[in-house]
């Protein structure tokens, strides 16, 4: 995993993201996803600029398929942004940085 990427799975979901003291940012994908391939590096470049603000995780839809369910995602990559143990947001689909980057800019506000 890239660095300031936390890999989460079903067994460490609830610590991890809903018990995290700072906002949290969820990337689902998987192996064979070539959208999700595309916008792994600018997951992994804002996890270096809010390094310490939010916590940025990627989990493998197809290794944890009961956190995928239980948030319906239904197409990756799906990024949900997470604060206090609620989803507060989500984009579906490889969506340019600064979209990203407004979002997790609108967590901290």
């Known amino acids: 995993m890239a660095e300031g990427v936390l890999d989460v799975t079903t067994a460490t979901w ?9 906002p949290v940012m969820v ?11 595309m916008i792994a590096p600018t997951v992994e470049e804002l996890a270096k600029e809010y390094a ?7 989990l493998n839809t197809d ?3 009961e956190i995928a369910s239980k948030y319906k995602i239904m197409g990756i990559p799906t990024i949900m942004f997470f604060n ?3 989803k507060v947001d989500q984009v579906v689909g490889a969506v340019p ?13």
Not at 27 to 36: I, K, N, R, T
Not at 52 to 58: D, S, Y
């Open 63 to 65: 290794e944890n398929p």
């Open 97 to 109: 940085k600064p979209q990203l980057k407004s979002k997790m800019d609108s967590l901290l506000a």
């Open 84 to 86: 206090q143990g609620q």
């Open 14 to 22: 609830d610590s991890e993201v809903l018990g995290s003291n700072v």
């Open 27 to 37: 990337d689902f994908w998987a192996v064979w996803c070539g959208p999700c391939r």
């Open 52 to 58: 310490g603000k939010i916590k940025v995780c990627k």
